[in-house]
């Protein structure tokens, strides 16, 4: 290893813990402060370098952060197997926002992945069929930022009870902000009709949280919102939040 090796690796060990740093007095000053200021210290803290995911199950976190960050990249991963109503949302939301959408797709199509490893894997291996299609897509896409905006919620599931508005994803070793992390879903309904928020058509069809068409399905009435993905795999994480 040269000299200038050792001293790059040094240079890129300082900044983690710089933004380690930044985590540990962010999470405690921004944890009761109002979403839209969660964002625009996120937006003054990384500009460019910050970009946010979206599901396209609604355009609530895009609403709120193109209020802030016109413009803000806006990561999509298509998976290849999403319904055809999700692929709408997704373009309607880069018409109507004022957004960059980044399309964000595995390394092999369907079709490459049926020939390689069998067909249907995520009915045999939903967990590396998520792997593979979403988690390491999106860590690729992820790699030109230090921060990411993500719209998870503490009440969305046990997994993410303990969720903080800024944490460390060390897994990524950047910054990940969940500006959302304290609303209820009362909170998000009321936000996306007052705001007239571009929505999924599926969530009108009993579909409240929407994944690969493969593995959602709709859920009746008193059901748990997100038990409609993977049922019947005992799987509630595709592992991008993990």
Known sequence: ???????EG????????????????????????????????????????????????????????SRVKPGVDVLFIDTGYHFAETIGTRDAVEAVYKVNVINVTPSRTVAEQDRD??????????????YLRKVEPLNRALEPYLAWVSGIR???????????????????QMV????????TQEEVDNYIADNGVLINPLHYDDYPSI?????????????????GRWAGLGKIECGIHL
Request: hydrophobic fraction near 40%; proline fraction near 7%; charged fraction near 30%.
């Open 1 to 7: 290893m040269t000299l200038v090796e050792i001293e």
């Open 10 to 65: 040094l240079e890129r060990q300082r900044g983690v813990l710089d933004l380690q740093s930044i985590v540990e007095s962010a999470a405690r000053f921004l944890e009761d402060a109002p979403t839209r200021e969660i964002i625009r210290w996120a937006a003054a803290t990384f500009g460019d370098r910050l970009c946010l995911t979206s599901s396209m199950s609604d355009a609530l976190l895009i609403d709120l952060v």
């Open 117 to 130: 490893l069998g067909p249907r894997l995520h009915g045999r291996n939903p967990d590396l069929c998520c």
């Open 154 to 172: 503490r009440d969305e599931s046990p997994t993410r009870a303990n969720t903080k508005v800024v944490e460390w994803d060390a897994k990524r």
């Open 176 to 183: 990940k902000i969940n500006p959302i992390a304290r609303w």
């Open 211 to 227: 994944g690969c068409a493969p593995c959602t399905r709709r859920v009746a009435p008193g059901e748990d919102p997100r038990s």
